[in-house]
């Protein structure tokens, strides 16, 4: 079987600015014969791969969209008959992608697979308004979580509160009033720097930046949605006097 | 003074592959007068500055290394010169770089700054054996950390050891067995999967796949050395069947 394989390329893109591509990705693009993009992701990268078929699988937090044993089936149908692929992801895809899920199906499935790391939005994000999350001396490192886990549960926000690092969190906009009332009575101090940034790294880039017990009002009167980044420690205060002043007059 | 001044990006190189540095990265360095370039750095990511001086200013952990008073000084006296320069750092460089650090610096010269991140290393690393470090049900998520802080104080691993996120250490080849055997005092279960990488992405890229209470012993066996990344968590237990082979031969 192996012989007639295709072979997929999981791909990330970055955190919204076409730019931010690799040219790693590029090269992988320029060599598709298929690309299955998600919903988030900016369609400029599309240049890259001219001759490619391309599929939508939409992916939208909250929203109704593919499902994922969709995606994978289809991935896999289509690289054993030949294919070559491009799942491209925003951000990373081994960073909340569900690409590892993706890459032990095709492992699985013997249909060769190559990761194409991308920048995440963890990081991407913050730099863009000058937020460095690991500056020495105001944090140890840096966190990345969601919200909710596959269980259905929260994080043990009182161990994050002690961690010291800046604290990350992805696909958190249903949840922000409760995770900041979480982190106050675990004990983080209510004027801990905090930020919410929506659509980071684009043209239509939006944030607030406020302090961890004034976020959730902050994001709400600024009307924030997803998808967004909630960044949330000392090193939000590093932040651009123009990105704050920004902030300011959103929220005013 | 901001009329003569030049400009300064901050550009991330990724973890090694010079094929991880961004389109934006490469537009960069295709407009510097000057390129200062870390040692960790492939140089054949110059190929995209032709026409750049170029400055060497080696910075490595635990070696003799150009400043960062210095590296800063120079920084400024040549963008206040009106020159464009390229400071080109490994992985990204708000990631434990000392970009926010050369930030600050620029920002209060009044000289412009642009940051272009690039694949931390500890994204893009373990996904070079097929790690994928947040994968679902088996991490809420990844946390970034160096082995000390400014201060010469380690984290506090019982805290780490409760967060339930695969930990990626950065620059702690000289403290494997201190960290690991704290992580264990702290309850972390001995028979975790953990792995130390050394150059990864790039082409001399070796590493072991241990066990959080084998992980010291068996990167002393292999003579694993600095660059390197100690990444810890269920998520190890994911790399590629080929990785943990070529592991194997390494510690027999």
């Known amino acids: 079987m192996k012989g007639n394989n295709g072979k997929v390329f999981l791909v990330g893109a970055g955190p919204g600015d076409p730019e931010l591509l690799t040219l790693k990705a590029v090269r992988a693009l320029g060599q598709t014969d298929v690309v299955m993009i998600d919903d988030l992701v900016d369609r400029r ?84 308004l000058g937020i460095p999350v690991t500056h020495r001396g105001l944090a140890r490192g840096v966190t990345f979580v969601t919200a909710h886990s596959r269980d259905g549960t929260g994080p043990d926000w009182a161990a994050f509160a ?26 983080m101090p209510a004027a801990t720097p905090a930020a919410v940034i929506q659509n980071g790294t684009m043209e239509q880039q939006r944030h607030v930046i406020a302090t961890l017990s004034t976020l959730a009002d902050a994001a709400r009167r600024a009307a924030l949605g997803s998808p967004a980044l909630i960044v949330i420690g000392k090193v939000v205060g590093l932040a651009h006097p123009a990105q704050r002043a920004a902030a300011q007059r959103r929220i005013a």
Chains 1, 2 share one sequence.
């Not at 799942?87 to 190559?114: H, N, Q, S, Y």
């Open 162 to 187: 002690r961690v010291d690092t800046t604290l990350v969190i992805y696909m958190g906009m249903q949840h922000v009033a409760e995770i900041t009332a979480a982190l106050e009575a675990a004990g």
């Open 45 to 128: 990268v599309l240049e890259f791969a001219p001759a490619a078929r391309v599929i939508e699988v939409g992916k939208r937090g909250g929203c109704k969209s593919t499902s994922q044993d969709f995606i994978e089936r289809l991935i896999v149908r289509l690289a054993s008959r030949g294919k070559i692929v491009a799942r491209i992801k925003g951000g990373d895809p081994f960073v909340f992608g569900r690409g590892g899920e993706e890459a032990l199906t095709l492992a699985r499935a013997g249909i060769e697979c190559e990761v194409i790391p991308g920048i995440t939005a963890g990081i991407g994000v913050p730099a863009a």
